[in-house]
């Protein structure tokens, strides 16, 4: 399942590179429809992503009070992922049901004019993925709320996997560029599992001293993310979307 969702995370970025060429109405009539199809496939890899996070916080040394919560609240996720894990044949009925959707999304831009896919329209769709990054970065930085910081990380994770499509990895510049994206919608991914957890924290019936021990570990641990991530992020985006754009376009035209 969660390859499935990856390639359509992946799908959906190459559609955005194609934007213009395939016009505006069949964009959205097709990212909405592989949209639709990643979001009935979600329930097994969140439950897990929550565990794994939730674990992970446990290998730093803060126990007591903050160790008893953790240990509550594993508890709680477990038996969630459980029975998502039980519910995984409405997920397969699902899969089925998304086929004929895939394939005609698929036919569709099987069947476009290759034309309105050369280079001047990709680096429309590069350029337009960047400066929203960019746009999203601002925000963020005005105002780190959940959604801003979301924003960031869904338009981040487009712009790497546009560039893996585009930029030779064996140019250096490109290379370093693409793993910076990379651990950068990693980084801002780890909040978001942060900040579900928390809610998670927040909802469980915990005693109330390991409550707040658990969540003041989450809130100290997303603050040192976001400050990872925002560092790297200036780095980054330094560019102003036509420079960056260009200089990825030209050496993907001259490789």
């Not at 970025?13 to 009935?40: I, T």
């Not at 038996?79 to 699902?94: M, Y």
């Not at 001047?120 to 005005?142: D, F, M, N």
């Amino acid at each position: 399942m969660h390859a499935v969702r990856k390639e359509l995370k992946r799908t959906r970025a190459m559609l955005r590179l194609m934007r213009a060429g395939l016009g505006e109405r069949a964009y959205r009539r097709d990212n909405a429809e592989l949209r639709d199809v990643a979001r009935s496939l979600s329930g097994v890899r969140d439950s897990r992503v929550l565990l794994d996070t939730l674990q992970g916080l446990s290998r730093h040394r803060d126990g007591g009070a903050s160790g008893a919560g953790r240990a509550d609240l594993c508890k709680q996720l477990r038996c969630e992922h459980a029975c998502a894990r039980r519910l995984l044949h409405d997920e397969a009925a699902a899969v089925e049901q998304a086929r004929p959707v895939l394939r005609a999304v698929r036919d569709r831009l099987a069947s476009g004019d290759a034309g309105g896919y050369r280079w001047p329209v990709l680096e429309t769709g590069l350029r337009r993925v960047y400066a929203r990054a960019r746009h999203a970065l601002r925000r963020v930085r005005t105002r780190p709320s959940t959604e801003n910081l979301h924003e960031l990380r869904k338009q981040t994770k487009y712009l790497w996997h546009q560039l893996q499509a585009l930029a030779p990895p064996r140019d250096r510049r490109n290379g370093a560029c693409i793993e910076a994206t990379h651990r950068l919608s990693d980084l801002l991914g780890d909040d978001h599992n942060l900040t579900v957890l928390r809610h998670k924290a927040l909802e469980a019936p915990l005693k109330p001293g390991a409550r707040q021990r658990l969540l003041a570990r989450i809130d100290a641990e997303r603050a040192r993310r976001i400050r990872q991530a925002l560092a790297l992020a200036s780095r980054t985006f330094r560019d102003p979307p036509a420079v960056f754009s260009a200089r990825v376009m030209h050496r993907a035209a001259r490789d």
